[in-house]
């Protein structure tokens, strides 16, 4: 279970700080998906962040269990971990999309993809060449990220974050440099894998085809996260 206690975040304004999330609390247990709607500039993507370690709260706790079965005898509080605690889970328990691709330019898609399996020690090449095939990138394999279009290397970021089977998916924007038809499969796999892995998803996304597929649907207002009716 993924567990947020009044989270508050603000960052330094032109004269004052100037407050994006204003005590934001919500749970997510294995295998359930949240979406998140919202304006830009609101603090979808400041939330997702916070939830990565790649930055910390001004106050509140962000909590995840240490197993699947969502046993809170000992979840681990992220907003306290070091740079190098921050590293492993990232590697180890978190798949991430952003919408900066992150790819490394510098070796060939199939790399990028197994790269997080392989520092694991857990490399499943069967999963890893299902979803290539599923998500129509398993030409690209040879190639290097940057003789790749913005579509294709969505798709090999997907790819990518999914690989090493994480308890943990944080999807920012994921079908923003797709088509409707590609947009359609991405969106498909992500829930099919929550399912599948009993596996945590937070969608960040203005698509409303995309966010009505999630177990629940909220709207970032007013600083705070507000149940979508």
Known sequence: MLRLIDICKSYIGANSPSLILDNVS???????SMSIQGPSG???STLLHLIAALDRPDSGKIL???NISGDEASPIAIENFSETQADQYRRQKLGMVFQRFNLIDCISVLENISLASRLNGALDQAYINELMERLNITEHISKLPTQLSGGE???VAIARALAHKPQLILADEPTGNLDEENSALVSQLLFDTCQQFNTTLIVVTHSPKVAEQASRQLYMQQKQLIEHA
């Open 26 to 32: 919500f749970e997510l247990s294995y295998g359930n």
């Open 64 to 66: 995840l269990s240490t």
């Open 42 to 44: 609101c603090g979808k």
């Open 153 to 155: 290397q969505q798709r």
